[in-house]
């Protein structure tokens, strides 16, 4: 809606107020009631400032969208703070159109732990987004916007590509180590693309299929239909591994164990923040253990920050952890050579 003249930003909120009563009021339809909420969002154009008409609409956008993140039913007003995430997010978009043409993406690699002696058992690689002044964003702040460009395959492809070669080359050193990638929903949903281009990949960089490891997350499950589900068997059969990420978060997370050709189960962070003040976590870190175990899987403890938490998950029967515990103590550039000498971690 255009409004004009009105005298301040109360009016505007109050007749937004109507309009989200109106649209609310139940409708009744062969003997049911339906209702419907609106999400409004509201912005301003002062008389004595030109803006462009898809301007405005933007900052509309933002705000509704700010009322949907709130809850149902809800008003909100375009502000500063909205602005400086609106261009925060046409920004990472920026990037995001351009990672890999400019080479954007960087891969870093967290070691995982055998707990029994210390050594590097696997390690999992992360992708960062370089920004123009070199600075890097975390995944949390542009997974998410990948994923509604619909540039989030092409990413993790690539990822996943570049990992594997630093992996190829630790090999050629003589590190025997697994390789753990993150895989999301729409790889997986598009199953035969992501088998050829996973064969493809380690029969050109020579990597074995065993070294792989793909991690996935409740969504993927979710997503699962029977094509899927054959495909990653499939895989399995190659020699990749399939890890479930976050596991004991989600309710699906056992039958992640029943379907799914699982061989991995990576018990979710909260857990062990919270193990040496909570005996229900410390317990709930026992479990995994103990499934794992009974299943043959491998288990995970991610999230290790401490010494305390080290010494927990030890004691419990848990077979390998990573965390900045083990980050700070690895030291990748005297131990393990560096792909092209253009990736740190």
Sequence with gaps: MLVEDLPNEAAAVALAERIERAVSRPIRLHGDEFRVTASVGLTFSPADEVIAANELLHNADSAMYQ???????????????????????????????????????????????????GSVAAIEALIRLRDDDQSLLYPVEFLGVAEELGLLMPIENAALRESCQQARVWEAAGHTLRLSVNVCVGQLADIDAFEEMVHKTLADIELPADRLTCEITEHAYLDANPRTLQGMRRLTAAGVSFSVDDFGTGFGSMTYLRSMPIQEIKMDRSFVAHAPNEPAAAAII????????????????????????????????????????????????????????????
Excluded: N
Excluded at 80 to 99: F, M, V
Excluded at 104 to 112: A, S
Excluded at 314 to 330: F, M, N, T
């Design 67 to 117: 009322s949907k993140r709130q809850g149902e039913g809800r008003v909100s007003l375009f502000d500063e703070s909205l602005r400086q995430a609106a261009d925060r997010r046409a920004h990472i978009e920026e990037l995001l159109r351009t990672a890999l043409t400019k080479e954007r993406l960087v891969v870093h690699y967290q070691p995982i732990i055998a707990l029994h002696d």
């Design 286 to 345: 026992r479990a995994h253990a103990i499934l794992a175990s009974e299943l043959g899987v491998r288990c995970i403890a991610e999230g290790v920050e401490t010494p305390e938490q080290h010494a927990l998950v030890s004691a419990v029967g848990v077979g390998l952890a990573q965390g900045h515990l083990y980050q700070s103590r690895w030291r990748r550039p005297t131990c393990l050579p560096v792909c092209r000498k253009r990736r740190a971690c």
